[in-house]
């Protein structure tokens, strides 16, 4: 007979709880998280950069990311690499390190160069792993002048504390059906925030009775006819499409409006040029194809993948989607609700980061093909360290942590962390923001869910 646990034993369990987990704990495994995966998948991610130059095309290729200790330049130019956020707190310094990326340069399939640079410097956050203060003993810690109470969590941005605040988001790579009721016809939607690397793309599909079907994506505003964009990822065939969108014959006929305007769209190649004419409109064509197999396969659902090979998987997925509108109208299915916490996720460090390595690294890709280009009219060798300017990403990323503001124009995802007392600090460092603003009501989203 399984023994009874009494009021003590679960203080006991609370009390171990707090002491195995801790309370800020998620702060810390989504960045340790991020420096040692995130980052290096966001940059296999970029894959090779061909850069066309007038001597002829270099690739630029990346491979293993390294994470230094924190460090700090002083003003004669030595480095000092013992360096503890007391010391950044005192001075007004950014507690950061740097990190290394090797990068190769091919020339005619051969390798020129083949160097490991730096190309910036990411935040630490304090007590993270590649924090010397995780390692440390609490009288370790207090020789150092730090309080071994202190939870950790935060980063030190030029001196101030800042903590980056969880943002509640809608899920990712999740279908979620809505519908909407208005001039006696109800239009159902389905959306998809499709999520990779540290890019979202909304994929919307949208359905009004006895209207054609139309997805939206990217900056194709009026939308592509949903039989013309299966066509253009490779699914010819009307029976495979009415099949897979749904086993219910009275749902696949609702299809009929849709096939009725793809009429004249047969092949993929016409697919291909229809997408292309809404997309670089007055363009040769094949600028226009390119530009459509270029949307096709790096915007349109890229949480699937982003080569041709992933278009077939891509077009099922569509047909997922098609089929859950559909099955949602004719009463089969009801709708998603958005404000279901099943719907719901809390964006911590690592998505944040990846968003914003993302852009630092666009920007140095920039950077990197401009210099290039100069070295080339000098004549001079052509060598990585002279090309890679790691301020451009240490910059960029410092200023985002100063202010808050980051790319997508969100404001205050970083906060001065409040040290009134103990529990002010825990509670900062627990919170979660809300995107619901605080004008209206939202009785809905504010209810029981």
Same mark, same amino acid.
């Given at each position: 007979m399984m023994q009874q646990l009494t009021q003590d034993d679960l203080w006991e369990v609370a009390k171990s709880m707090l002491e195995d987990e801790g309370l800020v704990n998620h702060h810390l495994r989504s960045y340790n998280y991020f420096v040692k995966e995130g980052l290096q998948s966001l940059i296999n991610s970029l894959g090779d950069q061909e850069i066309k130059l007038k001597q002829g095309t270099v690739i630029l290729k990346f491979g293993q990311v390294e994470i230094g200790s924190p460090r700090i330049e002083e003003v004669d130019g030595t480095i000092n690499t013992r360096l503890y956020p007391s010391e950044c707190r005192l001075r007004d310094l950014t507690y950061e390190a740097p990190v290394y990326?090797?990068?190769?340069?091919?020339?005619?399939?051969?390798?020129?160069?083949?160097?490991?640079?730096?190309?910036?410097?990411?935040?630490?956050?304090?007590?993270?792993?590649?924090?010397?203060? %995780?390692?440390?003993?609490?009288?370790?810690?207090?020789?150092?002048?730090?309080?071994?109470?202190?939870?950790?969590?935060?980063?030190?941005?030029?001196?101030?504390?800042?903590?980056?605040?969880?943002?509640?988001?809608?899920?990712?790579?999740?279908?979620?059906?809505?519908?909407?009721?208005?001039?006696?016809?109800?239009?159902?939607?389905?959306?998809?925030? %499709? %999520?990779?690397?540290?890019?979202?793309?909304?994929?919307?599909?949208?359905?009004?009775?006895?209207?054609?079907?139309?997805?939206?994506?990217?900056?194709?505003?009026?939308?592509?006819?949903?039989?013309?964009?299966?066509?253009?990822?490779?699914?010819?065939?009307?029976?495979?499409?009415?099949?897979?969108?749904? %086993?219910?014959?009275?749902?696949?006929?609702?299809?009929?409006?849709?096939?009725?305007?793809?009429?004249?769209?047969?092949?993929?190649?016409?697919?291909?040029?229809?997408?292309?004419?809404?997309?670089?409109?007055g363009y040769a064509e094949e600028f226009r194809r390119e530009k459509a197999e270029q949307t096709i396969d790096n915007v349109f659902l890229l949480h699937i993948g982003t080569s041709k090979a992933a278009r077939y998987n891509k077009a099922v997925y569509l047909c997922e989607m098609i089929g859950r509108v559909l099955e949602t109208s004719v009463g089969l299915r009801t709708p998603d609700d958005r404000d279901h916490y099943a719907n719901k996720r809390i964006k911590l460090e690592s998505p944040l980061l990846m968003e914003l390595f993302r852009m630092g690294l666009m920007k140095l890709l920039r950077d990197i093909k401009y210099q290039l280009e100069r070295i080339v009219t000098t004549r001079a060798p052509i060598g990585i360290s002279p090309v890679v300017r790691p301020g451009i990403i240490t910059e960029f990323v410092r200023h985002a942590f100063a202010t808050g503001n980051w790319p997508g124009g969100r404001v205050g995802v970083t906060q001065l962390l409040n040290r009134t007392n103990y529990l002010a600090t825990l509670s900062h460092l627990r919170r979660a923001q809300s995107p619901l603003s605080r004008g209206q009501p939202h009785f809905e989203a504010r209810d029981l869910h």
């Amino acid at each position: 007979m399984m023994q009874q646990l009494t009021q003590d034993d679960l203080w006991e369990v609370a009390k171990s709880m707090l002491e195995d987990e801790g309370l800020v704990n998620h702060h810390l495994r989504s960045y340790n998280y991020f420096v040692k995966e995130g980052l290096q998948s966001l940059i296999n991610s970029l894959g090779d950069q061909e850069i066309k130059l007038k001597q002829g095309t270099v690739i630029l290729k990346f491979g293993q990311v390294e994470i230094g200790s924190p460090r700090i330049e002083e003003v004669d130019g030595t480095i000092n690499t013992r360096l503890y956020p007391s010391e950044c707190r005192l001075r007004d310094l950014t507690y950061e390190a740097p990190v290394y990326v090797r990068m190769q340069i091919y020339q005619e399939g051969k390798m020129i160069a083949n160097e490991k640079v730096e190309i910036g410097s990411i935040p630490v956050m304090v007590k993270s792993d590649i924090c010397p203060l %995780s390692r440390m003993t609490p009288d370790e810690l207090m020789a150092i002048g730090e309080d071994p109470r202190d939870p950790g969590g935060y980063f030190i941005i030029n001196g101030s504390e800042r903590v980056i605040v969880a943002v509640e988001d809608l899920a990712p790579n999740r279908i979620i059906v809505t519908k909407k009721e208005g001039d006696g016809r109800a239009q159902v939607q389905a959306v998809v925030l %499709s %999520s990779a690397h540290g890019r979202q793309v909304r994929v919307e599909v949208n359905y009004k009775e006895r209207n054609p079907i139309r997805v939206y994506f990217s900056r194709i505003y009026k939308g592509v006819p949903v039989v013309i964009m299966l066509r253009a990822l490779g699914m010819t065939n009307d029976r495979d499409i009415a099949t897979l969108v749904s %086993s219910q014959k009275h749902v696949q006929e609702l299809l009929e409006p849709s096939f009725k305007e793809a009429e004249g769209v047969e092949t993929e190649a016409e697919a291909l040029d229809y997408i292309g004419n809404r997309i670089a409109f007055g363009y040769a064509e094949e600028f226009r194809r390119e530009k459509a197999e270029q949307t096709i396969d790096n915007v349109f659902l890229l949480h699937i993948g982003t080569s041709k090979a992933a278009r077939y998987n891509k077009a099922v997925y569509l047909c997922e989607m098609i089929g859950r509108v559909l099955e949602t109208s004719v009463g089969l299915r009801t709708p998603d609700d958005r404000d279901h916490y099943a719907n719901k996720r809390i964006k911590l460090e690592s998505p944040l980061l990846m968003e914003l390595f993302r852009m630092g690294l666009m920007k140095l890709l920039r950077d990197i093909k401009y210099q290039l280009e100069r070295i080339v009219t000098t004549r001079a060798p052509i060598g990585i360290s002279p090309v890679v300017r790691p301020g451009i990403i240490t910059e960029f990323v410092r200023h985002a942590f100063a202010t808050g503001n980051w790319p997508g124009g969100r404001v205050g995802v970083t906060q001065l962390l409040n040290r009134t007392n103990y529990l002010a600090t825990l509670s900062h460092l627990r919170r979660a923001q809300s995107p619901l603003s605080r004008g209206q009501p939202h009785f809905e989203a504010r209810d029981l869910h």
